[in-house]
């Protein structure tokens, strides 16, 4: 899976650096500008691409030396 999501990582760090929507006027739904959309698309895609990191690669030893301490929080 890390194959996968160092990728897509990394194609979310170019796409962020866009100037061409900037300058667009249009409006998306006819209230949202052109290029704050783009980055609302982006923020959503970015989330995803951390809760497929969280889900697949996150490493399983953490959890079970969390589990294995024992005892309540106080």
Same mark, same amino acid.
Request: aromatic content about 14%; some cysteine.
């Given at each position: 899976?890390?194959?996968?999501? %160092?990728?897509?990582?990394?194609?979310?760090?170019?796409?962020?650096?866009?100037?061409?929507? %900037?300058?667009? *006027?249009?409006?998306?739904? *006819?209230?949202?500008?052109?290029?704050?959309?783009?980055?609302?698309?982006?923020?959503?895609?970015?989330?995803?691409? %951390?809760?497929?990191?969280?889900?697949?690669? %996150?490493?399983?030893?953490?959890?079970?030396?969390? *589990?294995?301490?024992?005892?309540?929080?106080?």
């Amino acid at each position: 899976m890390l194959r996968f999501i %160092w990728p897509l990582v990394l194609l979310l760090i170019v796409l962020h650096q866009d100037d061409w929507n %900037w300058e667009d *006027g249009t409006l998306v739904f *006819g209230f949202i500008p052109k290029g704050l959309f783009y980055h609302a698309c982006i923020s959503v895609a970015a989330a995803t691409t %951390w809760l497929l990191v969280v889900l697949f690669c %996150w490493p399983k030893q953490l959890d079970e030396e969390n *589990g294995n301490e024992g005892g309540s929080p106080s």
